[in-house]
């Protein structure tokens, strides 16, 4: 899958961002705080694998929600923009890029190393 931008909404504004410029938030709500964005991806995929997965076959099968990710600009780097809504979305999305090289869809399913 190619990393192509997409729209994304910041302060009220849609901006097309990069999914390579996207964190996954460490201190996403639904789960318990972690270090940094391979952690919280591993984490959501330990409570929510199998929504994971289904999310990555709705969005192959139908497209991406047209509902907004909701992300705001990194305190660690200008380029990056931390998602505050839109997390499961966003890993579905990063799995699936890095599908051709480390993952299949069983280890998406089940787990994948990073």
């Known amino acids: ?7 994304i909404m910041t302060n009220k504004k849609y901006k097309s961002i990069s999914i390579s ?6 201190d996403n709500d639904r789960f318990e705080s972690v ?3 391979k952690q919280a991806i591993d984490i959501m995929l330990t409570k929510l694998g199998d929504k994971i997965y289904y999310i990555a076959i709705h969005i192959l099968e139908n ?6 990710f909701y992300v705001m ?22 799995l699936m890029g890095k ?3 480390k993952c ?6 089940f ?3 990073f």
Do not use: Q, W
């Not at 497209?63 to 907004?68: A, V």
């Not at 299949?104 to 399913?109: A, D, G, I, M, P």
């Open 35 to 37: 270090e940094n964005e």
């Open 1 to 7: 899958m190619k990393d192509s931008p997409f729209n």
């Open 21 to 26: 410029n996207l964190i996954i938030n460490p």
């Open 104 to 109: 299949t869809f069983y280890t998406l399913r």
């Open 111 to 113: 787990g994948c190393s």
């Open 63 to 68: 497209g991406l929600s047209p509902k907004p």
């Open 99 to 101: 599908h051709s090289k």
């Open 73 to 94: 600009p990194s305190k660690k780097s200008n380029k990056k923009f931390l998602v505050k809504e839109g997390n499961r979305r966003t890993t579905a999305l990063k």
